[in-house]
Every structure is written in structure tokens, then in C-alpha cells.
């Protein structure tokens, strides 16, 4: 994204470009490893806070570059240490983002588009339709964000997972380039096993990714064990039907060597009956996968309610005794509109509710 016509975003910028683009402007190449330290190390804002370049350089690099950001709108804390963070982009563009705090560390979910074109049928992020894909710059600045709000803890970010508002492989160039960025060297250093992408099943985009020669984990939304459930909960599946997408992640996992995990959240009276778990069995049974159960977080404009505690164990349960590794997720800022999508929209309609009030208390003409 340029910030003004003809603008370069340092940030998506991979190292030998930066190189070449400070050539251009008459500097060292040596002077890109100045910049991506203090880029993505100390998360500085502008030109005038390099202090180790050149001033003349610095003069250049603000007349033809520029250091994106983010502005942070609203968090909301979970009782588990979760928290969702809404950001607004340079263009006024509002994305959610969310910390999650585990044993190992913290994990960031980041958005990889603005709303999100696939129309899961309980997703808030597609109510309002994809809106614009993210550029790797503004997937980074998610990042960078939250290492903003751990660095006074002493601490930063260790995971990524790809799992916000947005099809990550929709945007499929821009999220190959962020995560080639997570894992500069001397920037965010973030290794690839670290590094989780979510589909809703674009299969073309599976197979392409499992050429890439990245070892990152591959998370498919499943959801549903047969096609016609899941014609109904994920439209995706109408193009990408489960004799194309399975093959697909199969392939995967042959490649990589990576297992691939499948995700199943389980709606209540919809995808949860031991019929369903006996039939995940059977599509599952014989390949390197392992299915990631998430207790579904209601979200207001959906009907769909959660499966009880005991029928999460239950289908657990039946898949364990199918031979099919499986795990039930911790739900993860339940209390904190945590499914995607929900604090962007509750936000968003508080501003229109706003707006309504301001225009309401203007006086009559
Ligand atoms: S669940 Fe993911 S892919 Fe499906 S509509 Fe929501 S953001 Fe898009």
C-alpha cells in the first residue's frame, strides 16, 4: 500500500530489494540491515529516529518511502489473557487482530484481508463481503503491534497463525511475501514451524503452497464430514468440493512432510451427532492428519449455538476410537467476542450508532 502516490513501503520489501532500492538512491547496501533493525526490531515510526544513518539519507528515504503503522481503535481483554485488538489501517480501513497468550509464549492471529469473500455461513468477517486484501506491510504491522504492547513485559512474539478475518490463500502473493518476511533474520525471526496458514479450502491454493518448499503448518477449515453439510456451512465447498480438497491436502502432507490439521467446530444439532464424527473417521482414516475440535463462539448475527462440553468429549471420543489424532481446543476469549469478525462489526455499528446520534442531536434547520 503507498500512503501517497509513488510512496514505497519499506515493509514489503524483502531484504535484497531493500538493498536495491537504497542503491537507487546512492546508499551503501549495507545500510539494509540499519533499516529491517529498525523496522521490525524496534518498531520504530519514522526516518528521523535512525539515528545510526545518514542525515542526508534520511531526508531521501522520507521523500520516497514511508513506515506504515497501525492505530489501535479498541481491545478487548479476555478472562484468559486473550486479547482482541481492532486496528485501523493508513486508509481508514478497520482489522482485527488477536493476542493469545499459551505455555510457550504468545501467539498472534492476524487478518489477511479487509472482510472476507468465502461466506461461511457462521462467520461475522464475510457479512459485509471482502473489502480489500491486506499488503504483507500491513500483515507485519500486526505483528509488530502486539510485540509494541509486550515489550514492556520484556516479551514478544513467538507464533503466527494465519486464521483472521480473510481467505489467506485469496491473497495468496501478499501472504507468501508476509510470511517470508516473518522469518527475516534480523527482523521478526519467526521460524516457518512457527508459522500456521488456515484455508477454507481453496484447493488450487493448497497444492501451489506445498511447492513452496516452506515447512509452516497447514490448517484446513473442515467443519463438515460430507459435502452436502458442508455445501451448507462453507459455499467454498461447492467449487472445491472433499474429492478435490482432500486429495489436495494429502498432497500437502506428502510434500512437507507437515501432518495436516483439519478444524471441525462443532455446532450444535448441525455437525455434532456420532454419525458425523463416524464419517470424519472414515475420510480421515489412512492419511497424516489430526483434527483440531473448536467449540464454536456464537456470534450474535448467526443462529448456530455451541455443542455441550460433553458432546465436544464424545466426538473426541468416537474420533480417538477411529484411529484419528484429535483435540479438543481451548476456547480461546469466549467473553470477548472473539470469533472473527465480531468486535470489528460491534464497533463499527457503535460508530454508525454514533454518526445516527450526532445527526439526531444537530439542531432542525
Ligand atoms: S471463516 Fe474465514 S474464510 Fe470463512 S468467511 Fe470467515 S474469514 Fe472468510
Same mark, same amino acid.
Given at each position: 500500500?503507498?500512503?501517497?502516490?509513488?510512496?514505497?513501503?519499506?515493509?514489503?520489501?524483502?531484504?535484497?530489494?531493500?538493498?536495491?532500492?537504497?542503491?537507487?538512491?546512492?546508499?551503501?547496501?549495507?545500510?539494509?540491515?540499519?533499516?529491517?533493525e529498525w523496522l521490525y526490531g524496534r518498531g520504530i515510526q519514522s526516518f528521523s529516529e535512525m539515528t545510526n544513518l545518514p542525515v542526508a539519507l534520511r531526508s531521501r528515504l522520507a521523500e520516497v518511502a514511508f513506515i506504515s503503522r497501525l492505530k489501535k481503535l479498541a481491545e478487548a481483554k479476555g478472562e484468559d489473557g486473550t486479547?482482541?485488538?481492532?486496528?485501523?489501517?493508513?486508509?481508514?480501513?478497520?482489522?482485527?487482530?488477536?493476542?493469545?497468550?499459551?505455555?510457550?509464549?504468545?501467539?498472534?492471529?492476524?487478518?489477511?484481508?479487509?472482510?472476507?469473500?468465502?461466506?461461511?455461513?457462521?462467520?461475522?468477517?464475510?457479512?459485509?463481503?471482502?473489502?480489500?486484501?491486506?499488503?504483507?506491510? =500491513?500483515? $507485519?504491522?500486526?505483528? &509488530? @503491534? /502486539?510485540?509494541?504492547?509486550?515489550?514492556?513485559?520484556?516479551? #514478544?512474539?513467538?507464533?503466527?497463525?494465519?486464521m483472521g478475518s480473510g481467505e489467506p490463500l485469496d491473497n495468496y502473493e501478499a501472504v507468501l511475501r508476509f510470511i517470508r518476511l516473518l522469518n527475516l533474520a534480523r527482523g521478526l525471526n519467526i521460524g516457518y514451524r512457527h508459522i500456521t496458514l488456515s484455508t477454507s479450502g481453496?484447493?488450487?491454493?493448497?497444492?501451489?503452497?506445498?511447492? =513452496?518448499? $516452506?515447512?509452516?503448518? &497447514? @490448517? /484446513?477449515?473442515?467443519?463438515?464430514?460430507?459435502?452436502?453439510? #458442508?455445501?451448507?456451512?462453507?459455499?467454498?465447498?461447492?467449487?472445491?468440493?472433499?474429492?478435490?480438497?482432500?486429495?489436495?491436502?494429502?498432497?500437502?502432507?506428502?510434500?512437507t512432510g507437515r501432518r495436516v490439521t483439519f478444524e471441525y467446530t462443532l455446532i450444535r444439532g448441525v455437525n455434532d451427532s456420532p454419525r458425523e464424527a463416524r464419517e470424519l473417521v472414515r475420510l480421515l482414516s489412512g492419511h497424516l492428519a489430526h483434527v483440531n475440535l473448536i467449540p464454536l463462539n456464537p456470534v450474535k448475527e448467526r443462529e448456530f449455538q455451541p455443542t455441550s462440553p460433553e458432546g465436544v468429549r464424545r466426538f473426541a471420543?468416537?474420533?480417538?476410537?477411529?484411529?484419528?489424532?484429535?483435540?479438543?481446543?481451548?476456547?480461546?476469549?469466549?467473553?470477548?467476542?472473539?470469533?472473527?469478525?465480531?468486535?470489528?462489526?460491534?464497533?463499527?455499528?457503535?460508530?454508525?450508532?454514533?454518526d445516527l446520534k450526532d445527526a439526531t442531536d444537530a439542531e432542525p434547520k
Open positions: 500500500m503507498v500512503k501517497e502516490v509513488g510512496l514505497t513501503n519499506l515493509k514489503n520489501l524483502y531484504s535484497d530489494e531493500l538493498e536495491a532500492f537504497l542503491a537507487n538512491l546512492g546508499a551503501e547496501r549495507f545500510r539494509a540491515a540499519q533499516l529491517v486479547i482482541k485488538y481492532l486496528f485501523a489501517l493508513e486508509d481508514g480501513q478497520a482489522i482485527e487482530t488477536v493476542r493469545m497468550k499459551y505455555r510457550y509464549g504468545h501467539a498472534v492471529c492476524v487478518s489477511t484481508q479487509v472482510g472476507c469473500r468465502m461466506a461461511c455461513r457462521f462467520c461475522a468477517s464475510t457479512i459485509g463481503g471482502l473489502i480489500r486484501n491486506l499488503e504483507p506491510a =500491513e500483515m $507485519l504491522d500486526q505483528v &509488530l @503491534a /502486539v510485540n509494541g504492547e509486550l515489550a514492556p513485559l520484556g516479551q #514478544r512474539v513467538g507464533r503466527v497463525v494465519l481453496v484447493a488450487p491454493g493448497i497444492i501451489r503452497l506445498a511447492g =513452496e518448499g $516452506l515447512p509452516i503448518t &497447514l @490448517a /484446513v477449515s473442515l467443519h463438515a464430514p460430507n459435502n452436502e453439510l #458442508r455445501d451448507y456451512l462453507m459455499p467454498i465447498n461447492r467449487r472445491y468440493p472433499l474429492e478435490e480438497l482432500l486429495p489436495a491436502c494429502h498432497d500437502y502432507a506428502d510434500r471420543r468416537l474420533l480417538g476410537e477411529g484411529g484419528i489424532p484429535a483435540t479438543i481446543r481451548r476456547e480461546l476469549g469466549g467473553d470477548i467476542d472473539a470469533a472473527c469478525g465480531q468486535l470489528r462489526r460491534k464497533v463499527l455499528a457503535e460508530a454508525r450508532l454514533g
